[in-house]
């Protein structure tokens, strides 16, 4: 009696589980994605040009999809921490910076809602690897007559992000600072920390 009651659970176990990966004999191919602030790094260099480990992170939601050049505007969700991975995921697909823009854009996203040591460093040396690997890079954007054009060059907003916003009048600076309508946080104690650090790389920021 013991052992039948045993093997009936079991097996309600194993349909609750099958359940929810087929519906009508078709395949479930839904991801859960991650809505929360809190970010283990894979590896020392997740998210940075050439490293590829986000690709073996389980907790990455795409490290299985099809993220390509197309399918990563489709798949963006809002969400800071699902979309550094995708963009993270793009860029170990296709080394190019605008992926790793993005990439950086959303760790900042992460960092301003959850001021995290680790994520703020994370955040800075993507923005580093924006400079030092896509130097000439350009955003690219849709305009109003839906042709896929080049904008600013990717260095600019890199350092605009790493200088900071410190109470200056200039619309400008805060429309920089933004990303999604958010006011990111910034990354530095003062705008002479933010300089002097990418002074110590090579780059002289000209606000």
């Known amino acids: 009696m013991y052992y039948n009651k045993v093997l009936a659970i079991m097996l309600i176990f194993f349909i609750s589980i099958v359940s929810g990966c087929i519906d009508d004999g078709e395949e479930n191919n839904e991801v859960v994605l991650p809505t929360d602030t809190q970010l283990n790094l894979y590896c020392e260099n997740v998210g940075i040009h050439p490293e590829k480990c986000v690709k073996e992170d389980e907790d990455n939601p795409y490290r299985n999809g099809g993220v390509n050049e197309d399918s990563k505007w489709?798949?963006?969700?809002?969400?800071?921490?699902?979309?550094f991975y995708l963009w993270a995921t793009a860029l170990a697909n296709q080394g190019n910076g605008e992926n790793q823009f993005f990439v950086a854009e959303n760790l900042h996203k992460l960092y301003t809602l959850n001021p995290s040591e680790v994520?703020?460093?994370?955040?800075?040396?993507?923005?580093?690897?924006?400079?030092e690997n896509f130097y000439d890079?350009?955003?690219?954007?849709?305009?109003?007559?839906?042709?896929?054009?080049?904008?600013?060059?990717?260095?600019?907003?890199?350092g605009q992000r790493l200088y900071g916003f410190w109470g200056e009048s200039d619309e400008n600076y805060v429309n920089n600072m933004k990303a999604g309508g958010m006011l990111l946080e910034n990354l530095f104690e003062t705008k002479s920390h933010a300089k002097s650090t990418m002074n110590d790389w090579?780059?002289?920021?000209?606000?």
């Open 137 to 158: 890079s350009k955003a690219a954007r849709w305009n109003s007559e839906g042709v896929y054009i080049t904008d600013d060059f990717l260095r600019d907003n890199a």
């Open 119 to 131: 994520i703020r460093k994370q955040t800075i040396k993507a923005y580093q690897s924006v400079l």
């Open 74 to 83: 489709d798949l963006a969700s809002g969400y800071p921490k699902s979309d």
């Open 202 to 207: 090579g780059y002289i920021f000209d606000s």
